[in-house]
């Protein structure tokens, strides 16, 4: 079956300019994360989203960074007036929910690599 | 408060020979443990996890984990590393206290084996 699903794979675009990111997880997983990469560095937690339970927010470093979930399973990540210091890859992932749902690891998608001007 | 240290940036091992990726954790509950590897432009993939029962972890790849509960270590180890397993590898954790799904990754470590 197919995988966490993201697009684009790579976005260059100048200062200052919007970009969406988005995220299409495994079909079935109810609970989906949010996460930035710096160069060879390691996770840094964006935003996740549990089944149709509120956001958790708290990773968002500003708020020109916001996400959406919609119908429970397509996500996208929006960065207003991007910023040099936004350059990063941006993970996804997914999971399931069901049963004991605290052990099940995590699903990553191959990220969007993310280059401003 | 969940947090995990991973206190190697590299670890260099000549193929053939035993590794060992070094990872601590700390949690107010019960861990939940993950490794995960990262391949060049990839995404994070799973390895092997430890939830409870017995300590040793067999996952992917030949390779395994001891959890021990001591010296709150999760130590990622192979006895025979190929070429092949060079890459960036990740140590999360889960507090069992937490309400949330939340893991929290080590900084990583990038293993190099030699031929």
């Known amino acids: 079956g197919a995988g966490v699903s993201q697009s684009p794979s790579n976005k260059v675009t100048e200062k200052g300019k919007d970009v969406e990111l988005r995220c299409d997880p495994i079909s079935g997983h109810t609970a989906l994360y949010w996460y930035r990469q710096s160069l060879g560095q390691g996770l840094e937690f964006l935003i996740y989203?549990?089944?149709?339970?509120?956001?958790?927010k708290s990773g968002l470093p500003s708020d020109r960074f916001s996400a959406e979930r919609t119908g429970g399973s397509v996500s996208t990540l929006t960065i207003q007036r991007t910023q040099q210091e936004d350059s990063a890859v941006y993970l996804c992932?997914?999971?399931?929910?069901?049963?004991?749902?605290?052990?099940?690891?995590?699903?990553f998608g191959d990220g969007t690599r993310l280059s401003i001007l | 408060a969940q947090s995990v240290a991973q206190p190697e940036d590299q670890v260099n091992v000549a193929e053939g020979n035993p590794l060992t990726v070094k990872c601590t954790y700390s949690?107010?509950?019960?861990?939940?443990l993950f490794w995960y590897v990262q391949y060049p432009n990839r995404g994070l993939q799973f390895l092997l996890k430890y939830i409870t029962g017995d300590n040793l972890v067999k996952g992917s790849y030949g390779f395994e984990a001891e959890f021990n509960k001591s010296q709150t270590s999760f130590h990622l180890k192979k006895p025979s590393a190929l070429v092949s397993d060079s890459a960036l590898y990740f140590c999360?954790?889960?507090?069992?206290?937490?309400?949330?799904?939340?893991?929290?990754f080590g900084g990583g470590t990038r293993l190099m084996v030699k031929p």
């Open positions: 992932a997914s999971s399931p929910l069901e049963g004991n749902w605290g052990n099940q690891p995590q699903h």
């Open positions: 989203f549990q089944g149709n339970s509120a956001p958790d």
């Open positions: 949690v107010s509950g019960n861990p939940y």
């Open positions: 999360a954790v889960r507090d069992t206290n937490n309400a949330g799904n939340m893991l929290t």
